[in-house]
């Protein structure tokens, strides 16, 4: 592995939390990958910290780039979420957050897609990602029933239903996104 994935893996605790900068967590026989956030390989792009993301070699990595050749518009939301969190120096539960609603939305419209060579487009591992923003969303939900995000409530849907899962959460409760 390159000293600088091995720097940024560091810098941003990837083992420790256990998802890269789009929340993909690490399968078996995969290893993290560097990936050029500002400026691409193709143009000379370096490999250094300011310009790298972390990402999974077999899911996020590749399917960052399906998303590319699909969606630029998509690919660049992606791309300025990792780079904030790049200049934050620490992978930010908001980030994740927004990330995995920009993955689920072109989940939604590409569903089915296929490439020009017949492949199934997303496949079924692109779509398997940490679930740690779910149950920081839930909690969040929680607080936000106790009146202190009343704002955001208000476009919740099933909050009831959530507040009851929260609750259990909260019980658990702890910043270890493991459980
Ligand atoms: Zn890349």
């Known amino acids: 592995m390159k000293e600088v994935t091995k720097l940024l893996i560091r810098e941003f605790k990837i083992k420790e939390l256990g998802y890269d900068f789009l929340g993909y967590s690490l399968q ?4 993290y990958t560097f990936h050029h956030l500002i400026i691409p390989a193709r143009f000379g792009g370096k490999e250094v910290k300011w310009n790298g993301a972390v990402l999974c070699g077999k899911t996020a990595h590749p399917y960052l780039h399906v998303i590319e050749n699909k969606d630029y518009e998509m690919f660049c939301y ?15 539960i908001e980030n994740l957050r927004r990330i995995h609603d920009l993955l689920e939305t072109f989940e939604k419209h590409y569903s089915g897609s296929r490439t ?11 779509t ?22 009343v ?24 910043d270890n996104y493991d459980w």
């Open 116 to 126: 020009s060579k017949g492949k199934v487009l997303i496949k079924e591992e692109y």
């Open 28 to 31: 078996k026989g995969d290893i």
């Open 78 to 92: 992606l791309t300025s979420e990792m780079i904030d969190m790049n200049i934050k120096g620490q992978l930010d």
């Open 151 to 174: 704002k955001d409530a208000l476009n919740k849907e099933n909050v009831k239903k959530k507040l009851t899962r929260s609750q259990t959460c909260i019980k658990i409760g702890s």
């Open 128 to 149: 398997k990602r940490a679930k740690l923003w779910k149950i920081k969303r839930i909690k969040r939900t929680y607080i936000i029933v106790l009146g202190i995000d």
